[in-house]
């Protein structure tokens, strides 16, 4: 399935490090804001987190920086899922320049459904399962 976009946003200067261009604390904020995004697309919704006493943990991300962001671009991130297993996801988000289109960085995050009361892992419901799987993407070379 095609990326949709998970986030639309601007890199203000005060974005922007001592070599004048975004600081990495800033790509790691817009990622976080398009994972609520994209959870909210798979049925996790904050309404759905609250309700049920569920949340969501990441308990591993990777970040790779291909090019600069600098004041005043448009920033666009795109997210697809890469696996669904019964307590756990894996994503990628990858963030654009909107105006050009190059690739400025890119996500790849595993997050684990908890229990909040408990602090345990949790299983998806399968209501969350069948939605998550129309944004699970084929991978490379299948």
């Known amino acids: 399935m095609e990326q949709e976009v998970t986030y639309r946003g601007t890199v203000y200067p005060w974005h922007c490090d001592h070599v004048g ?3 990495i604390m800033w790509y790691v904020g ?3 804001e398009a994972n609520w995004n994209f959870f909210a697309r798979l049925g996790l919704t904050p309404s759905y987190l609250r309700l049920s006493g569920r949340g969501m943990a990441a ?3 990777n970040i790779t920086y291909n090019r600069e962001l600098l004041a005043g671009d448009i920033v666009e ?3 697809h899922l890469l696996e669904i ?3 756990s996801i894996r ?3 990858d963030m654009a320049n ?3 289109g190059e690739t400025a960085a890119f996500c790849e995050i595993t997050g684990v459904h908890m229990d909040r009361g408990l602090r345990k892992s949790a299983p998806f419901p399968d209501a969350i399962r069948v939605a998550a799987l129309k ?3 084929e991978p490379i070379g299948a």
């Open 21 to 23: 261009h975004m600081n």
């Open 30 to 32: 817009k990622f976080d």
């Open 59 to 61: 308990v591993q991300q």
């Open 77 to 79: 991130i795109r997210s």
């Open 85 to 87: 297993r019964d307590k």
């Open 91 to 93: 994503f990628r988000h």
């Open 98 to 100: 909107a105006e050009n």
């Open 135 to 137: 944004y699970l993407i």
